[in-house]
């Protein structure tokens, strides 16, 4: 059983900062990747970031050089820091995490899910 608790969304303005945190939990051996997606009203759900275990870093084109994402390897945990916040950077986001439990079995896991909105 794996657990990713998140933290951090809320309400801002155009042109503000929001943090976003995610930690996961439980039967663990290791953690391949961890990221983030959002899905917004009438969309189908979009990779936002994604961090390897080796720090390798893959961004979606609408927020390169706006996002970025960092990720403690010992802790198990990944954030996401977003500036310049737009508009249409609303949507719900998801932490993901492809983990292995025990060796030679890869799972991914999803957290709740947290509401950002950018509106002034």
């Known amino acids: 059983q794996v657990q990713l608790v998140e933290s951090g969304g809320g309400l801002v303005q155009p ?3 929001l943090r976003l945190s995610c930690a996961a939990s439980g039967s663990i051996f ?3 990747s961890m990221g983030w997606y959002r ?3 009438g969309k189908q759900r979009e ?3 994604v961090i390897t275990s ?3 870093t893959n961004y979606a084109d609408s927020v390169k050089g706006r996002f ?3 990720r403690d390897n010992a802790k198990n945990t990944v954030a996401l820091q977003m500036n310049s916040l737009k508009p249409e950077d609303t949507a719900v986001y ?3 995490a492809l983990v292995r439990p025990r060796p030679g079995i890869s799972t991914a896991y999803w ?3 947290t509401q950002v909105t950018v509106s002034s």
């Open 15 to 17: 042109g503000g900062s």
């Open 30 to 32: 290791s953690i391949n």
């Open 39 to 41: 899905q917004a009203p």
């Open 47 to 49: 990779l936002v970031a």
């Open 54 to 56: 080796g720090g390798s």
């Open 68 to 70: 970025t994402i960092s």
């Open 94 to 96: 998801y932490c993901n």
């Open 111 to 113: 957290g709740q899910g």
